[in-house]
């Protein structure tokens, strides 16, 4: 039971950041699945890709009643994020999982970086 609760918990945080600032899988669920629910990588990055796709759909929804969504850069993006999401999953899965957290870690680190100097 107290494993549902954590996975309603992150789930919804997910969920909230999803819809406030785009961001969900990558910052929110890999690494809450990954440490506090003790998946392996693979599994929290696989589990997270699932769970983003209808909360994607909901948040961008939301934003498109706002008039919010360029839907001609959409057309154009999501050709190549899906060709993009196809190399770099077959790349993630044959990664060592020690190897693909560092990865991980090390992005989520440039970003912040990146993002607290500008």
Same mark, same amino acid.
């Given at each position: %039971?107290?494993?549902?609760?954590?996975? @309603?918990?992150?789930?919804?945080?997910?969920?909230?950041?999803?819809?406030?600032?785009?961001?969900?899988?990558? $910052?929110?669920?890999?690494? $809450?699945?990954?440490?506090?629910?003790? %998946?392996? %990588?693979?599994?929290?990055?696989?589990?997270?890709?699932?769970?983003?796709?209808?909360?994607?759909?909901?948040?961008? &929804?939301?934003?498109? =009643?706002?008039?919010?969504?360029?839907?001609?850069?959409?057309?154009? =993006?999501?050709?190549?994020? %899906? /060709?993009?999401?196809? /190399?770099?999953?077959?790349?993630?899965?044959?990664?060592?999982?020690?190897? $693909?957290?560092?990865?991980? @870690?090390?992005?989520?680190?440039?970003?912040?970086?990146?993002? &607290?100097?500008?």
């Amino acid at each position: %039971m107290a494993i549902l609760i954590l996975t @309603a918990v992150i789930s919804l945080l997910a969920g909230i950041f999803s819809g406030l600032l785009g961001i969900g899988g990558g $910052l929110i669920l890999v690494p $809450l699945f990954h440490y506090v629910l003790k %998946m392996n %990588m693979h599994l929290a990055v696989g589990t997270s890709l699932a769970i983003i796709v209808p909360t994607a759909l909901v948040g961008t &929804f939301r934003h498109a =009643s706002g008039n919010f969504v360029d839907w001609r850069i959409f057309i154009f =993006s999501v050709i190549f994020a %899906m /060709i993009g999401g196809l /190399i770099g999953a077959g790349i993630s899965m044959n990664l060592d999982v020690a190897l $693909l957290r560092k990865i991980f @870690a090390v992005f989520l680190f440039l970003v912040a970086v990146k993002m &607290f100097l500008q």
